[in-house]
């Protein structure tokens, strides 16, 4: 192969990860903005927040799913992209009338959401010579699991001021996000098909949106996840099922 030619694939492969990345950056950054603009516009009715949240997520997962199945929209430009964008806006204007007004202390999680999809993202770069892509998604996610289950446990026996709720809520969204977005990483970088999806730019943005919109989301309900972890505690069934028995009687 010419030297020509080698850097015509490079400069395809890096104008490659320019519009999926620099896409979904924008879109991010559309969706932080958007929940600031809100917050600020927060005497809206709770219950009217709600239902437009429910009209124009359900109206994003609509277009999704017919942008998704229907060829002739994910390869022709510039409908791909209209299609996309139009997703990636309703989705973030759902979750800005969703989430309750956001102070300074929410917005940290926006750096540690982006912190897990970098750092997943190059974990997905590298794929060992002659190792299965899915092997090393399993492998990855182990180890990924047990560093989190060491860094809780030295935190639990030397941090007593730690929220050890909180922190394990967190690491679970961790663990828990680390396959998805390596598989996701994979199919990006070309690993799983051995071709980079190239006529689905738009739609590999979108779905790097919608992972981070579920972690910043997830980590903005902590709270919310640590009680209906309470709530449903053995202890907590049992007495349930005295106060059931009761009234029964």
Do not use: H
């Not at 759902?94 to 940290?108: C, I, M, R, T, Y």
Request: include cysteine; hydrophobic fraction near 60%; glycine fraction near 4%.
């Amino acid at each position: 192969m010419s030297d020509f030619s080698r850097g015509l694939l490079a400069l395809l492969k890096y104008g490659f990860y320019l519009q999926v990345f620099g896409a979904a950056l924008v879109f991010i950054i559309v969706s932080v903005l958007l929940l600031l603009f809100l917050g600020e516009l927060k005497d809206i009715p709770r219950d009217a927040s709600c239902w437009a949240a429910i009209i124009l997520v359900s109206l994003a997962l609509i277009l999704f799913n017919v942008y998704v199945n229907v060829l002739r929209f994910r390869r022709k430009f510039p409908a791909n992209w209209i299609f996309c964008c139009t997703i990636a806006f309703l989705l973030a204007l759902g979750n800005a009338f969703l989430l309750p007004a956001q102070d300074g202390e929410d917005f940290v999680w926006v750096l540690e959401v982006m912190a897990l999809m970098c750092l997943y993202l190059l974990l997905g770069l590298w794929l060992p010579p002659q190792c299965p892509p899915l092997l090393y998604i399993a492998l990855t996610s182990f180890i990924i699991c047990a560093l989190v289950f060491f860094c809780l446990l030295f935190l639990y026996r030397n941090c007593e001021e730690c929220n050890m709720s909180v922190l394990c809520v967190d690491g679970a969204m961790w663990v828990g996000m680390c396959p998805i977005m390596l598989f996701q990483a994979q199919v990006i970088y070309g690993y799983q098909q051995t071709i980079r999806p190239f006529f689905d730019i738009p739609l590999c943005s979108v779905l790097l949106l919608i992972d981070f919109i579920a972690c910043y989301t997830f980590l903005t309900g902590i709270e919310d996840v640590i009680m209906a972890v309470e709530i449903f505690s053995a202890s907590n069934q049992k007495m349930m099922g005295d106060v059931a028995s009761f009234y029964a009687a």
